[in-house]
């Protein structure tokens, strides 16, 4: 646009939607953060672990649900990361735009 020139209606308008959509944006979008989460290390999860590290997250799910712990309280390991590898599944789609319905059965 030049600026020796009064800009029309439609281009005001266009100028202000667009900032308000950058401020908006900014304000409630504000991009990607990574972070780790830890997968549960006890020994009848490992086999699970090397497969989610390299992606294979089905034969991880499997791998882990399939164990049976030597402890109650490692009960607690069978949900922690099959949960955990729902939940990154689940934001991998968001980033893609996926379906949202087909996302909310990962969380």
């Known amino acids: 646009m030049d600026r020796r020139q009064i800009p029309e209606q439609n281009q005001i308008v266009g100028i202000l939607i667009d900032e308000v959509a950058r401020q908006f944006a900014k304000h409630y979008n504000p991009g990607v953060e990574e972070v780790e989460i830890p997968l549960s290390i006890s020994d009848e999860q490992k086999s699970g672990n090397k497969l989610a590290k390299v992606g294979d997250f089905g034969g ?3 791998s882990w649900q399939a164990t049976i712990p030597r402890k109650l309280d490692m009960m ?8 955990t590898v729902y939940e990154v599944q689940a934001y ?3 980033q893609q735009r996926q379906d949202p319905v087909r996302v909310d059965e990962y969380l």
């Not at 607690?76 to 949960?83: E, I, T, V």
């Open 60 to 62: 991880a799910v499997q």
């Open 92 to 94: 991998d789609m968001l």
């Open 76 to 83: 607690g390991d069978r949900a922690h990361n099959p949960g």
